[in-house]
């Protein structure tokens, strides 16, 4: 029997039922194989599937089924209404960390300014932040060379050319340079946290999920170098985790920055927090 687009679906949210999102997960991965969106699925759902096709979709609801990311099989994960393509060698951009755009973008005036995305991985917070402040000058780094090339592709895609991409560890790359702001999603996770032996995290580059016993070995060097690479009263922010804001407060009192503050996300989880650098 041929098979059709209705029962391609029910075979694969039956195999997928393990996850919460199984029916979505496989409307999403058969729209992904015939270039299709869902209301196509919806509107065609008796229409036979190429027999290439379906076993394109077959192999894609194993790959899910053994818990690689959706948005690892799609290669596209949605942040600030773009759409971004990621692979393996990026962090899956994650909705809360809009919060860390939103509050960068409090600070970044319309007119000219120059910011740094500290870890940028696929490029999501400044490709965010140059859709939404096109004269703004951004660097955006990262120690991983493949995940540089994912953000720098994304770039290209969507025809960005105010982000300097370069290849390095945290501040080390800044030189010398003096930012508006510097900004940062940095791994933050605790090594010995059992989430990171559970879903999506799993699949992740590592290095950008974990960040040493208490999660903030990153947050402390770039809070220690921050004040070196921004102007007077110039803005660090960094997003963390739930748990972590009075800690990253304290690091950030300890290295010098005033008017200090954490924001929390929709979850209410304390999520950015901010300093300033030699404020007025
Ligand atoms: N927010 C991610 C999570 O908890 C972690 C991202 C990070 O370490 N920067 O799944």
Redesign the pocket.
Known sequence: MKPIIKHLLDKATNRLSHLPSARRDAEVLLCKVLGADRAYLCARSEEIVAEVQSRHFERLVSERASGWPLAYLIGVREFWSIALYVTADT?IP?P?TEHLVETALRHLPSDQSCAADLGTGSGAVALAIAQERPRCQIVATDISRKALAVAERNARRLGVNQITFRQGDWCDVLADEAYDLILS?????PDNDP?LSQGD?RFEPPE??R?GLDGLAAARRIIDEAPNCLNAGGWLLL?H?YDQGALVQDRLRQSGFDSIRTYSDYAGHERVTEGQHGGP
């Open positions: 962090l994650r809360e999603n940095p791994p933050y996770i989430h995290l950008a999920l960040g997003e985790g």
